[in-house]
């Protein structure tokens, strides 16, 4: 059975005397039902005649590409033209080898980059905790008294800017006097 087939008798069975409406009913379900299904069917039907047309091509494309590599040159050789001296080629050869040694360092980089962020990263934190001891430290020894007899260092600090100044107005420099 086609699609149109399924469609022909879609349209027959309104005009068909003899069915009864619940037959009528449900032959029109099967068939409505059966057009989704046969269109599948023509879809696998075209992909399985593609893929037997490629089967059936594939050893004279295969002999196409056997050919078209035998005819690929074995070895390249570069133009260089005669008149070119030695001590040039050798000199662009040189140039040519640092650029070639430059670009796999920069590559070796590159590639090392990812491994010292990801090492960064499992560091940082020790050197954070690290950090805030050694500051835990210095806090703990402005605190404390150098010595039994003189007071802490930050003590010292904070009387000397508790200090009032001179109560005394500042005086004129002599030099400097307005006459």
Same mark, same amino acid.
Do not use: Y
């Given at each position: 059975?086609?699609?149109?087939?399924?469609?022909?008798?879609?349209?027959?069975?309104?005009?068909?005397?003899?069915?009864?409406?619940?037959?009528?009913?449900?032959?029109?379900?099967?068939?409505?039902?059966?057009?989704?299904?046969?269109?599948?069917?023509?879809?696998?039907?075209?992909?399985?005649?593609?893929?037997?047309?490629?089967?059936?091509?594939?050893? %004279? #494309? @295969? $002999?196409?590409?056997?050919?078209?590599? &035998? /005819?690929?040159? *074995?070895?390249?050789?570069?133009?260089?033209?005669?008149?070119?001296?030695?001590?040039?080629?050798?000199?662009?050869?040189?140039?040519?080898?640092?650029?070639?040694?430059?670009?796999?360092?920069?590559? %070796? #980089? @590159? $590639?090392?980059?990812?491994?010292?962020? &990801? /090492?960064?990263? *499992?560091?940082?934190?020790?050197?954070?905790?690290?950090?805030?001891?050694?500051?835990?430290?210095?806090?703990?020894?402005?605190?404390?008294?150098?010595?039994?007899?003189?007071?802490?260092?930050?003590?010292?600090?904070?009387?000397?800017?508790?200090?009032?100044?001179?109560?005394?107005?500042?005086?004129?420099?002599?030099?400097?006097?307005?006459?």
């Amino acid at each position: 059975m086609t699609i149109e087939d399924a469609q022909n008798r879609l349209k027959q069975l309104d005009a068909s005397p003899e069915l009864t409406e619940d037959n009528r009913h449900a032959a029109r379900e099967l068939l409505q039902k059966a057009l989704p299904e046969l269109e599948s069917a023509n879809a696998w039907r075209a992909k399985a005649d593609h893929f037997e047309q490629m089967a059936a091509s594939a050893p %004279a #494309e @295969l $002999e196409q590409t056997r050919a078209d590599l &035998a /005819s690929l040159p *074995t070895r390249v050789t570069p133009a260089i033209p005669d008149d070119v001296a030695l001590p040039k080629l050798e000199l662009v050869i040189s140039k040519k080898e640092t650029d070639l040694k430059e670009t796999k360092k920069l590559l %070796a #980089e @590159l $590639e090392a980059e990812p491994k010292r962020r &990801a /090492s960064r990263r *499992t560091k940082l934190p020790k050197l954070l905790a690290a950090a805030g001891a050694k500051i835990a430290d210095l806090d703990k020894q402005i605190q404390a008294p150098s010595s039994v007899d003189e007071p802490p260092p930050l003590a010292v600090f904070e009387q000397s800017s508790e200090r009032q100044l001179d109560p005394r107005p500042l005086q004129p420099d002599r030099g400097c006097a307005p006459e």
